[in-house]
């Protein structure tokens, strides 16, 4: 009879070896996450930033304000966040808005030109007024957008293209085809204002995105956006009401251009309905994009819209400051967007992380 030895179990790895092991999973878990690679992005540009002019992160108070490069950012980047907000729930339900352009230039439109025509410009009460008749005109673009999407069927591209076109029509219409300037201080402080030393349009936007967070993360609304993005029929079939969840992002998606409508008119107290808020919607898009919510739907993350905004402005602060041709303005901003979605892709990703082993791996002796 011959007894069949059977090898001992090898002990765990301890020590050195035990933390070699356990090392990949935590790099591979960290190079996951749909976040990581926008804030290392975004560090890398106020990196090449600092050394192209070594004054670049600091920041100064004068007159009980803050001011800075940084500052700067935080404010300019406000009407891409809050257009980019609206967009990630619209992406999210496998949608897509090309008309938040053309909405923010009817905001802005609307809300100079009831200032203009009110009996005392100046007054705190004139700029609430016009502000409130311009967001109710952009929740009903919203209300447009969502009943041709929802109801009709009609594709989302092609339902907001139609926004898009005829959106810049309706401006040019209100301020009767004329660059309407305005006087009024209160509207002015949506862009320059100050509260607690930080800007007004910075704090406007951060609320906006705190507030959405509390409605998609705390609520089951998060959950019925993601669940209609990944599959509509299905959604229909638990009992989603995906007809008004998708209503629902495209009437909010209206509010947010409209905010940013507001801000980008309050920045020059004027408007110009041909070019206010001109291709902000592709700005929007690649925020969406970089901040990791993909445009299947599905899944979405308001953090990495954040960031992606944040990027978007850094990059525009960065291309003059490290003296880029302005010829070339646009080239080198879509060769670093392409390098960022590369570096976000789990193709790209996978593909690394397939060859790295095969290169250092060796003969067992």
């Not at 300037?181 to 936007?205: E, K, M, Q, R």
């Not at 898009?285 to 944040?310: D, H, K, Y």
Request: aromatic share 6%; charged share 10%; net charge positive.
């Amino acid at each position: 009879m011959t007894d069949t030895l059977t090898p001992a179990p090898s002990p765990a790895p301890t020590g050195e070896s035990g933390h070699a092991a356990a090392h990949p999973t935590l790099v591979t878990r960290f190079l996951g996450s749909t976040l990581v690679w926008p804030i290392l992005a975004l560090l890398l540009l106020l990196v090449v930033n600092v050394v192209a002019t070594p004054s670049f992160l600091n920041v100064r108070i004068q007159d009980g304000h803050l001011y800075g490069n940084v500052i700067d950012i935080a404010r300019n980047s406000a009407p891409v966040l809050l257009v980019a907000l609206g967009m990630t729930l619209v992406i999210a339900t496998r949608g897509i808005d090309l008309s938040v352009g053309a909405i923010a230039a009817i905001a802005g439109a609307v809300a100079c030109t009831r200032i203009v025509g009110a009996g005392d410009e100046a007054a705190v009460t004139t700029a609430i007024m016009a502000c409130t008749w311009a967001l109710a005109v952009c929740v009903v673009l919203g209300v447009w957008n969502g009943f041709l999407v929802s109801v009709l069927g009609i594709q989302p591209i092609i339902a907001t293209l139609v926004l898009m076109v005829a959106g810049r029509g309706l401006a040019m219409l209100v301020t009767d085809g004329q660059i309407t300037t305005v006087n009024n201080d209160t509207f002015s402080d949506l862009a320059t204002g100050y509260v607690l030393g930080l800007p007004i349009a910075s704090l406007i936007a951060v609320g906006m995105v705190v507030a959405a967070a509390i409605f998609t993360r705390r609520t089951a609304l998060g959950m019925l956006i993601e669940a209609v993005g990944i599959n509509p029929e299905a959604s229909r079939l638990a009992g989603v009401r995906a007809r008004t969840i998708i209503w629902t992002v495209y009437v909010f998606g209206g509010f947010c251009a409209g905010l940013a409508g507001l801000i980008i008119a309050a920045n020059t107290n004027s408007v110009n309905a041909n070019s206010l808020g001109l291709w902000i919607e592709l700005d929007a898009i690649l925020a969406v994009v970089i901040g990791g919510t993909a445009l299947t739907g599905g899944r979405f993350s308001l953090a990495g819209t954040l960031v992606g905004a944040l990027f978007i402005t850094t990059l525009a602060r960065t291309i003059p400051n490290v003296g880029i041709p302005s010829e070339a303005n646009y080239l080198f901003k879509a060769v670093v967007v392409v390098a960022v979605c590369l570096l976000q892709s789990p193709r790209a990703r996978a593909a690394l992380r397939v060859r790295r082993p095969a290169v250092s791996k060796g003969n067992p002796v």
